[in-house]
């Protein structure tokens, strides 16, 4: 510390220098404890610029820790030193000082000049983050209230749930909403963009850790915005490869009819119940969870259309089955606010027997009592 | 009327001003700072629609913004909105006359000029009305509409406001609240009037000219 | 150097400030609708307490649910609206109208030597708008409470359940009780203070306060634009936020930030001012750079304008604005470094004494210093796009707000007890408080930095763990965080109860029970309604310890016992 303007007695206190040094040398040692420690091993920097943003993260906080000790340990100290005794007369006021100005002006230069280094150092991974490169694989992730879809240059619709991405690779999604602002954030990608309906934002990285990892909507977008998440995989290029062609022969099997006879009620009950209650009930319509109550989807004559605007025939069914739906939010409508968005037989793995089975449930629930 | 020097000139409007007891003087500073602050939080209301007014224009491609069947809805039209602003502007002179003809204690023009203002203040809203209902634009029907009408529609407001406060000022000049030398509420009157003018003149920029 | 006296030796001056008004003559007119600014005062610290008890509640019924992963205490609705409730009660209904309108009310007009405040109509019609807007809150609990946090972004808040156009049309009306107070304030101030107090002789409680009015002033309004606009869309149709019409969800944060990051600043200013008392009360001397801790009030108010969009750097809006936010936030930095290390060389040298009252001072420098330097992390853009939206933000929030603010508030309370209401409280109970409640703090506020950072995001009725590494660790550390929290909240139940038994048997307080040297200190506790039967004359900042009281003219009959009653009045300043 500079000098300070003489006070009266006692130079700058009991023990002023001794505190002072050890709280130095605490300072550097974690200081460097901090530069040295390994966030990676707790939450793993699965893509540049992870360990750009560690950095940073790191660096911050050994100037953070030095300053929050300082005060706080120079707290507590004078606050037991300077304390009044016992012995004290009633009156006996400390010692007054008003002003230093040397003092004050190297605890002015020194915190500015921290703070200049932070901002540079800021100002250079934030350009680093603008031209990172992430054009070699672009892809577009949606939010939806309560789900992301995903979709790929080269696969005819959309995944549900899962991303994909081959390590190494420059990556781009482009990410945006379909109702409200919902946030795009891997932890382990550090990178965080809103998704914002109207407009379109990039997160650009290059993954480099294989692994699993979980996509977070990190922006209240409704009810159940504590449940939206989904996975992304880093894979080797070899096995992001066979994993779109997966999909998109799953994709391609989808297109045609799918042939409804042989469909079992009892079948397509189980499934109902392991895939489809979560979401809607077997009672009347008004009996809602998400979407609304199949107990009488083909005999209903207050609603007497499909929510795509199709007569309720075992065939427009299986469309709904298939195809998903995410069609306008009706919160205004007569149908109530709606909640989600309906996956599509990708995202619920329903395989064509599968839309079968379940075709001829719904069918049968119309028609009992 | 106060019995101080029938002379009107400039010196003796001044002198008026200042030879006023010191309990009379305080209160006069302090509502004027009140009242002047009161008018800046104004300016920041009016300012913050204005920003979004802009911001909303700035975001899209085309302005007139084109509506839901695809056509590009109209720009303003001029001419009656000048008039209707020389209406404004000249009840803003008329304001102006109307203090000056009371710090020069001349009673009988000051009660015509504020009269005239308050005409004038009136046929403006009429004014008003009238372009409301031909304007081809709804409320919600699209961002030009609702920031024109919600922009126009605070301001319509001050203005109605404004009105009853010139009629009572008016009603208090002739009832003798008000001396030669002690006007604070005619002062006021006045810088909420001319307040209104200016937004005014923001708003006709922004929709008609801009 | 001659001392100025700016009023002639024996003379006297029939102003605005020397009047003395009529004395309140009913029950009504003395308690209830009462133009006196203290009345005022107290009736805001009494609804704000009410409101800061059941926006804790709020937050208890948030950690119980957050005792498990799967929650299940509340529903999801429910519990998105009790944490919309109680950031909202908190903010507009407890803190803001406590340090402005309560400790605002009270104590500036008597630090400044005047007797109330330049519009006590206003003043009053500030306060009565303030319990029905908080009843209009928390009645929106009824209607379906608003459940997208506190700063309720479009679309997701234009399709909100009805309550939210409940919490629109109440924070509207507070926010006109705030820029109304704002504005009485700034008047007061630069108008009404004794002779010959300049700007330098002021108290720094009173810097504070002018800081803050200037920022309530002028900020508020553009919040009741950003509500009046939601509430015009969500009623009517009006299409402000909403894409598919034109609308940008950008504008409702743009004009809703460019209010709320100047809010902050109006939650803790006046904590600044306490502090800035309470500090050289308690170490018997001077408070360490007077004009630094002054000039940088100001200076972080204004900066405090230019800030907004730091809290919108994930949002979409164009990349280049992160720049100057970022380097703009840096800077506040600075002067609110400087306040802290004033603050810490107060204590150095002198006699200080374990009040209460400055042991939540001390508490104050320690924990907001902390809440100050995670601040700095948020400040940089590649590291916000990280902790923002996560539980590291409601760390740094609760660090600076409870921590800062609120234990600020805590401190004044131990400070200005005997000067409101004429009795001690017991300094053990405040001592007991005080260690409860830091500990408690700190064991309840610390873990969320690391939650966030590992990925819990906020406004979250559910959780669950990220990474196979940490499977059972969130939910152990929420637990942790929970019964922490209920001890916080017990804590409180210590003031609650030395206030209560203060006010029943608590010895009656003298006029200078800490020797402090402001001018509320030199009249009867409590004071007159007119305060000072004659306004001093002021010659001298008041932080000169041993030197004599820098007051010219008080009537020594002002600290004795006063008990006014309907016909008492007395003899005016000119008489």
Redesign the interface.
Known sequence: MAQVAA?RSQG??PGFWPVTIVMTVVNIILGIYIATFDINK???EAAA?AG??DL??KF??AI??A??LY??V???Y??IV???RPS?AP??????????PT??LW??II??VL?II??IF??K??MN??NASGDVLTMEAIGHQFKFEFRYPNLKSSVYDEMHVPVDTPVTVQVTSS???H?F?V??V?????M????V?SVRFTPNRIGK??V????????????MFATMYIDSPQDFNRWIAAQAKLQASSGGAVALQGGTAAAGQTLFANKCSSCHSVGPFEQKIVGPGLGKLLSDTTHPNLVTGEKPNAVDISHVLIKGYQGP?D?QGKNG?SLGAMPNRDANGLSNSDIANLVAYLTSLSQSK | MAVSSLNSTHEAVHARYQEVDSLYRETRDIRLLGFVLFLVSDVVLFSMFIFAYLYLRNSVPNWPPINKDGVQLPRFDLAFACINSCVLFGSGATMHFAMESWKHLKKADFNLWMIATIVLGVMFLGGQAYEYNHVPLTWAGSTMGGSFFTLTGMHGFHVFIGVIYLITLFIQANRGVYTGSKYFGLTAGTLYWHFVDVIWVALFYLFYLL | MAIAVPHPPGGHIDTHSDHIHPAPRTFIGKYIFSLDAKVIGVQYMIAGLLFFCISGLLAEVVRIQLMRPEGGFVSNDTYNGVYTLHASGMIWMTIIPLVTGGFGNYVMPLMIGARDVAFPWLNLVSFWIFPPAGLMLFGSFLIGAPDAGWTEYPPVSVQGPPGTSLWCAAIFLIGISSTMTGLNFMVTIMKMRAPGMTFTRMPLFVWAQLATALLNMVATVALSAALAALFMERQFGVPFYDPGRGGSPILWQHMFWFYSHPAVYIMILPAFGFISEILPTFARKPIFGYKMIAFSSIAIALLGFTVWAHHMFTSGMAPWMQLPFMILTMIIAVPTGLKVFGWTATLWGGKIEYHPAMLFALGFIVVFTLGGVTGIFLSSVPVDLHWHGTYAVVAHIHYVLFGGSIFGVFAAVYYWWPKITGRMMSNKLGVLHFWLTFVSFNATFLPMHWLGLMGMPRRVAQYSDTTPLLINQFTIVNQFISISSFVLAASTLVLLYNMAHSLIAGKKAPPNPWNARTLEWQISSPPPYYNFKKIPAVLKNPYEFGEPLPYLGLDPSDKDDHHPSPTDHPTPAHA
């Not at chain 1, 914002?196 to 407009?199: D, E, I, M, N, T």
Request: net charge negative; charged share 15%; hydrophobic share 45%.
């Open positions: 006070p700058l206190g707790y939450l793993p610029p750009d943003i940073l993260f911050m906080a953070g820790n300053i929050f005060v706080t120079y707290v507590v004078f606050a300077w304390r009044r004290d009156d006996a006021i400390g010692i007054q000082i008003h002003d230093a003092l004050e605890w002015t915190p500015s703070v932070i901002a800021s100002v991974i934030w983050l603008q109702d409200v602002i946030s954030w932890p382990e550090r990178l965080k963009y809103d914002v309906p109207g407009l934002q990892y979980r977070i909507c990190t922006e209240f977008c409704g009810t159940n915005h504590a449940n939010d919160s606010p």
